[in-house]
């Protein structure tokens, strides 16, 4: 099994992060707020990561960077060399009147492209800069290319899980083990 576990400790933040990226979607987590939480669980569920995740912070904005930079960093810990996997995956997934799509390439050269095309600032309790700023730092920790984009939506909060949700489906394509392939996915022989 593909498992990690990652502490971060700063003067910000205490984060633990366990991951299992050949589980079913089973989730914990616990940031203290409710609609990081909710993508998170999201993530894990439509991914198929098995996420565990605790974390304090000082500030909203320290604790949502440091979250995704800790399951970045276990997504990339778990996948070791990256031998054997798909390395690209994509998606487009409708949610009522939003349609969203991602595309994740596992290549080691990290770029994030993050847009929800939101109407307004806050969802819940968390401001949409922030889920983006969390998307971002996770796809940057785990040193992948990624593009996630809302396509269509009204509601901001259907704009945003729509997102989250083909990013998830995009990343279980990507990191899943591909049976025909022994080694590294790439014509340098090296990610």
């Given amino acids: 099994m593909r498992l990690s576990r990652v502490e971060r ?30 993508m998170v669980m999201t993530l894990s569920k439509h991914s198929l990561i098995d996420i565990k995740l605790r974390a304090v912070g000082d500030l909203r904005h320290h604790t949502v960077e440091d979250c995704g930079i800790t399951i970045g960093q276990g997504i990339s810990k778990a996948l070791s060399d990256r031998a054997g996997i798909r390395r690209y995956g994509y998606s487009i997934v409708p949610m009522d009147e939003a349609v969203a799509y991602a595309a994740v390439d596992l290549v080691k050269r990290p770029k994030s492209v993050v847009r929800f095309g939101a109407r307004g600032n806050v969802i819940e309790d968390t401001p949409i800069s922030e889920i983006a700023h969390f998307l971002d730092s996770l796809i940057i920790s785990m040193e992948a290319t990624a593009h996630v984009k809302a396509l269509a939506g009204l509601d901001d909060h259907h704009r945003v899980e729509a997102c989250i949700k083909a990013f998830a489906l995009a990343l279980r394509m990507a990191v899943e083990p591909d049976p025909r392939r022994s080694g590294i996915p790439s014509t340098k022989g090296m990610m």
Avoid: M, P, Q
């Fill in 9 to 38: 400790k700063t003067g910000e933040t205490e984060i633990v992060a366990e991951l299992n990226l050949d589980g079913s979607g089973i989730s914990e987590v616990s940031t203290g707020y409710r609609f990081l939480d909710h």
